[in-house]
């Protein structure tokens, strides 16, 4: 069976499954060079379907789904039509579309159209910005006449999770896994492309992150939480608690939290801009304005504060350091990032964060205890599943034994989390739990041709063939030479995994600041490392191990790795073994020069833009930056 996963929502993506495997992924941003990128067109579902040697007339369903709000921008696919309407062919079944027809609502009575309302200036503008930064062609758009579908946010209702529950509230109730919730998340549709009708569905965007961590997990039962930032806190738009058990996904509630958008409205106070950036400053200030108060979802802190928890934290901080004398001139001075009233309200942000995530994880725990369901497997997904310090202390400190972090935990997994949904949770297809976790490498394979191609063809530069090019790469380094490595399927996900990487010394405490030249970033962001598998232990403490998606924050047990440790002791790290590729070779050959496993690992990309994906990508940011030495595919190639 050939399942083709759409996303159309920012860091839009397509894959196709075949009979429960990923045969091919596309992320839009990195073929488009729009860092997050919005919307499909004909070039990245034709480039996933070429990748795994299918067309449209091999495909049996398509699943379908998008960011809350945004709908599916479809101008670029030529004749692309989805019908409100089950397939005939189709007999899923759907309880959302058995409730519409009880109720007598429409589709039309519940589409969102989040971008169309960006561009007319109809939406909050911190949303609304981020929706134009990754959606640049609507401002050329004819918004009369542009081809679009409204995206669905609402499926099923429980009576239960529309009454405002506080974390303690919800912690004292059963987890009731109804059989009816299962079916709850997608409407069948019709899909018709190039004149071929398909049976498709929409999959609710938070169903989709559950889909994706938890069938791509070793586990075959576990807890599950999805939240990130596109959340009011009401409802299950901004995050579920769910179960899973073998082939079968169970909502089991909303959890109302609104870290994600708290989160994100603190990077923009600070004036860093987004979360990854916030996080990166967080240690290097105190969390003075932290208050336990602050922990809960939206309800615990609207009773509290009598106003909604984001701008009740900002009011917070703002108050706090005003009353504490802080010069409050470099607040929101991205150039004075590090000043103490940004720092510390940055770290006082990483700690709200790290215990209201364990305190909602402690809700769901008890929720499933409550409830006779035993399990010691966590699963964790959305966009705040990247916060790396928040996903080591629920490892360390949270009530399950066992932590899986999917690498495309962003909406880039929503493609792969909605196919997924279809085949083993509302299809019942068995899966095939792996002993081992998932390969992030799910991106094309470019061909010698490729390489050579783009190598023959740029101007300024020379390249040579190196005998052993891990070998040549670990001497460049050990030179203190700062390389980029470039082999086989890219990374999917947000993190350079070590298939488009920038590489230096970690040795060296001036390649903190060299690198951060290099790529066009501020002085003060840290790097993260790559270790082999085997000794990272040797080096690191504090997260679980294996640790191969640089998902999990580590103290550092050496003095030797100054590039790479942060001013509070701690790295992001990856562990690195053989399923990595030729990565691993260098790490060897650097280990056998110098004694230490370990690499300054960062992405490769310049300043806001998306890793890079290409060859010609890769011989572009030869050309265009201050790198030494970049290896595509086992050719070193340098300026000439």
Known sequence: MNILGLHFGHDAAVCVLHNGEIASYVLRERYNRVKHALGLSDFDIDAALEAASLTIQDIDRIAITSTQDVELMT???????????????????????????????????????????????????FYAGVLRAVFPEGAALDWQSARSVGWIDNYIEVERWTKPRGLEELAAERAYLEEQLRFGFHLPVTVEWRGRKVPGCFVAHHMAHAASVFYRSTFDRAAIMTHDGFATGNGYHGGLFAFGDGTRLWPVSPHNLVLGAMYDNTAGLVGVGDAGKLMGLAPYGEPRFFERAFIGNTHDIEARFQTDPVSAWLAHCRERAQQAGYDMAPLGDRAHATEPVNRDIAASTQLLFEETYLAAIRTLARMLTNDNIQTGNLCLSGGTALNCPSNSRIWREGPFDNVFIEPTCDDGGLAIGAALHIYHNLLEQPRRIETTSPSPYLGITYGESAVEAALETASGIVWSQPDDPAAAAAADLVGDKIIAWFEGRSEAGPRALGHRSILADVRNADNWRRVNHVKGRELWRPFAPIVLAEKAADWFDGCPMPSPYML????????????????????????????????????EAFDRETGVPVLMNTSFNGPGEPIVETPAHAVAFLQDSDIDVVYIEGRRAVRS
């Open 75 to 125: 101008d670029r696919i030529e004749g692309f039509e989805i019908q409100f309407a089950p397939h005939p062919e189709d007999n899923l079944t759907s309880v959302v579309l058995n409730a519409m027809q009880r109720s007598n609502v429409t589709v039309e009575d519940i589409q969102r159209y989040g971008v169309r309302n960006a561009f007319s200036k109809n939406k909050p503008e």
């Open 552 to 587: 999990f924050t580590a103290t550092v047990r050496s003095t030797d790795l100054p590039a790479i440790t942060h001013v509070d002791g701690s790295s992001r790290i990856q562990t690195v073994d053989a399923s990595c590729g030729g990565i691993r070779h260098v790490l």
